[in-house]
């Protein structure tokens, strides 16, 4: 792994910073799971577009910069320290992207990615059920065939679909044989939000915002030209997902990064408050430091033509835990000012927030206890669970 930039790694990444300085709104956004938030990041979406840093890694024809992985990874750094608002966009550019690139059609590709790009597509991801949460294999919304109109019925519930109260499609697993064992006989689906036959209802969050959604079905139509991937094929398309929400993608060390820095400018301005904080602060930052060698270590490893495997549970459990601690140790810095929101708090009141948000980390992207099973057995080669060996 060599962390030496070369002369125009070093000029895009000054490229991206200076963009950034000029174009970060000063005030932080509205949450995006509340509707004038979602509004807001909608429009920094456009915002992001205009200026040509939506989706730095795509290619130019869908209105990225056909920029490598390492810029990638320079940009996200920036990004994050840059104090940038969360991407309300990111289900679509960072989960469902990478899959339509491998499995979808050019028809699908001319049709879907470049209106993810502007904030014009926002999607939904639309997996979990009621009883099926982190164990994908066990759904039991179905697919029904409707060879007179071309394409299927979808029937069934999902439940915690993130950005699904105004979000404007979705996408998720269906079962389309029930006669086939749990991994075959399931296909993946692009739907509408708003089509004949769904329903979205709103899920409260901890914070008061409706981050999630419960989506019902009943007899949704979904034309053959929005099955991703082949039918009955959506388990090996749904694992590429996974792969990509556990593993690099989803949470880049920039945003890591920024967090423990702002978690040691805080600790200077607080000075010392107890020789366990200092240590938490020295921790954080050693965590966050160790995380961004980590993905620079992956990149390398992708760079040649390794994929990222079994690693991105590891990945998935590192960053959901150094997340929570980070968040936690700010709050107990400031005590019970750190409960405050709005204008008067601390960073308008975004250690609260941003902790409240950490809490779920070790959930969702699949379980912190699916991910041990996985790293036990995959990379381990311990038995399957429940197993002897």
Do not use: C
């Given at each position: 792994?060599?962390?030496?930039?070369?002369?125009?790694?070093?000029?895009?990444?000054?490229?991206?910073?200076?963009?950034?300085?000029?174009?970060?709104?000063?005030?932080?956004?509205?949450?995006?799971?509340?509707?004038?938030?979602?509004?807001?990041?909608?429009?920094?979406?456009?915002?992001?577009?205009?200026?040509?840093?939506?989706?730095?890694?795509?290619?130019?024809?869908?209105?990225?910069?056909?920029?490598?992985?390492?810029?990638?990874?320079?940009?996200?750094?920036?990004?994050?320290?840059?104090?940038?608002?969360t991407r309300v966009s990111q289900n679509g550019i960072s989960l469902l992207a990478p899959i339509l690139f491998e499995y979808g059609t050019p028809e699908q590709h001319a049709r879907y990615l470049p209106h993810m790009t502007d904030g014009s597509l926002i999607w939904?991801?639309?997996?979990?059920?009621?009883?099926?949460?982190?164990?994908?294999?066990?759904?039991?919304?179905?697919?029904?065939?409707?060879?007179?109109?071309?394409?299927?019925?979808l029937n069934g519930q999902k439940t915690w679909s993130s950005r699904a109260v105004w979000a404007d499609r979705g996408f998720g697993l269906f079962r389309s044989d029930p006669s086939a064992s749990r991994h075959a006989g399931l296909t993946y689906f692009l739907f509408p939000l708003d089509a004949e036959g769904i329903t979205v209802r709103p899920i409260t969050?901890?914070?008061?915002?409706?981050?999630?959604?419960?989506?019902?079905?009943?007899d949704v139509f979904v034309p053959d030209s929005d099955v991703l991937g082949a039918p009955g094929d959506g388990w090996r398309v749904a694992m590429s997902t996974a792969g990509n929400e556990r593993g690099l993608s989803l949470r880049a060390p920039g945003r890591f990064l920024a967090a423990s820095a702002r978690l040691t400018e805080l600790f200077r301005e607080r000075g010392t408050v107890g020789t366990r904080t200092a240590d938490d602060v020295v921790d954080a930052w050693i965590g966050a430091q160790a995380y961004r060698l980590f993905t620079w270590g992956t990149v390398s490893r992708m760079l040649d033509g390794e994929s990222v495997g079994a690693e991105g549970s590891m990945n998935k459990v590192f960053w959901s835990e150094?997340?929570?601690?980070?968040?936690?140790?700010g709050l107990r810095m400031l005590g019970a000012e750190g409960e405050l929101r709005g204008s008067g708090a601390v960073d308008g009141g975004r250690?609260?927030?941003?902790?409240?948000?950490?809490?779920?980390?070790?959930?969702?992207?699949?379980?912190?206890?699916?991910?041990?099973?996985?790293?036990?057995?995959?990379?381990?080669?311990?038995?399957?669970?429940?197993?002897?060996?």
């Open positions: 792994m060599n962390l030496d930039l070369t002369p125009e790694q070093d000029a895009f990444r000054l490229e991206a910073r200076t963009w950034l300085a000029e174009n970060v709104p000063v005030s932080p956004l509205p949450s995006m799971d509340s509707e004038a938030g979602f509004r807001a990041h909608r429009e920094w979406e456009a915002t992001l577009h205009a200026g040509g840093w939506s989706v730095v890694s795509w290619p130019a024809e869908y209105g990225g910069r056909d920029a490598g992985l390492i810029e990638w990874v320079l940009f996200e750094e920036e990004y994050y320290l840059s104090g940038a608002p939904a991801q639309a997996w979990s059920e009621p009883g099926a949460g982190s164990d994908l294999a066990s759904i039991r919304s179905t697919a029904t065939r409707d060879n007179a109109r071309g394409g299927w019925l969050q901890i914070d008061g915002d409706t981050g999630f959604a419960e989506i019902y079905f009943d150094l997340d929570r601690d980070i968040q936690a140790t250690w609260v927030d941003d902790y409240l948000f950490s809490l779920a980390g070790p959930i969702y992207a699949g379980t912190n206890e699916i991910q041990r099973n996985i790293i036990a057995e995959r990379i381990l080669g311990l038995p399957r669970d429940g197993k002897k060996a």
